[in-house]
């Protein structure tokens, strides 16, 4: 089931306006409940196309650009159901990220399979919210009510708009992803995240809920210790906001293990720090 997840789940409806009296975070909540009903209407398959951003990256299981692959690729049968846990939006308004339970049926029988999704969204020219990048994690346990909102909460304390405390600009930014991926290479990946890592930051994998970074257990990143090489791929940046994404490919020492990696990074002052990092396997070369 390791790759079941990238094949099915990408999520998040494109908002109408912005409506008076609620805010951005209210506003990115309700649209992904939207299109979690959406897709119950018209088939997820559909549904992505109908509302992924043009440059939208999913990962099947690597990188690739949403709109092309939905558009070359069969639907999947089935039936795919998500709701939002949590919601953060940066301080700009501009990008937004969400989180929350997922579950898919197969429509010719057999075991439901379920886990958890992240999912990172634009506000567009016409204020509407398209999903930008969206993956997430396959496991069977069950995370604390309002655990991740409370991280989020912990990451980006000042998520109003116009009130950034932490400004970031993009070179920053990739001057703070090049400094983890030394980090990485020179100690390995938990004490890479251990210096990097901001207060209430949640870590993503298969087989394990989603949680705080303080509860991990080492051996479920043993395999990429010092020696591994992480390699960025893209970054989904907004100027002038606390909220970001980069991602790209892990590899560990003996080159026996690959896995993708999803980094969501938040500002705090002059500092970029991760707020959740997210790891799924991938096949051998």
């Known amino acids: 089931m390791k790759t079941l997840w990238p094949c099915l789940l990408a999520t998040l409806l494109g908002l109408p306006p912005t409506a008076s009296g609620s805010t951005a975070a209210e506003d990115a909540r309700a649209a992904d409940a939207a299109f979690a009903s959406r897709a119950a209407e ?6 992505f ?3 992924l951003a043009d440059d939208a990256v999913l990962f099947r299981p690597e990188a690739v650009r949403g709109q092309e692959w939905l558009a070359t690729h069969e639907p999947a049968g089935g039936r795919l159901e998500w709701s939002p846990d949590a919601v953060a939006v940066g301080c700009t308004a501009a990008l937004a990220v969400t989180t929350g339970p997922w579950r898919y049926s197969n ?7 379920a886990g958890h999704y ?4 634009r506000l567009d020219a016409q204020s509407q919210w398209r999903v930008v990048l969206d993956h997430g994690v396959d496991h069977a346990g069950a995370v604390p ?3 991740l909102q409370t991280a989020f909460a ?3 304390p000042d998520a109003r708009e116009g009130k950034c405390t932490g400004r970031g600009d993009l070179d ?3 001057a703070a992803e090049r400094r983890f991926n030394e980090q990485v290479a020179r100690r390995g990946l938990l004490p890479a995240l251990q210096r990097t890592a901001g207060e209430g930051a949640l870590i993503y994998r298969d087989d394990v809920a989603p949680g705080p970074l303080s509860a991990l257990q080492p051996a479920v990143d043993a395999a990429f210790g010092p020696g591994s090489v992480a390699s960025t791929v893209g970054t989904v940046f907004e100027p002038g906001t606390d909220l970001a994404v980069t991602h790209g490919v892990l590899q560990s020492p003996d080159g026996s293990g690959r896995s993708l990696f999803v980094r ?3 500002r705090e002052g002059r500092r970029w720090q991760v707020a959740v990092d997210l790891r799924t396997p991938l096949p051998a070369p």
């Open 42 to 47: 018209i088939g997820h398959h559909a549904a």
């Open 49 to 51: 196309i109908e509302y």
């Open 107 to 113: 429509s010719e029988g057999g075991e439901p399979v």
């Open 118 to 121: 992240l999912s990172l969204w």
């Open 145 to 147: 009510a309002g655990q």
């Open 154 to 156: 912990q990451s980006w």
């Open 172 to 174: 920053g930014l990739a």
């Open 264 to 266: 969501v990074w938040s």
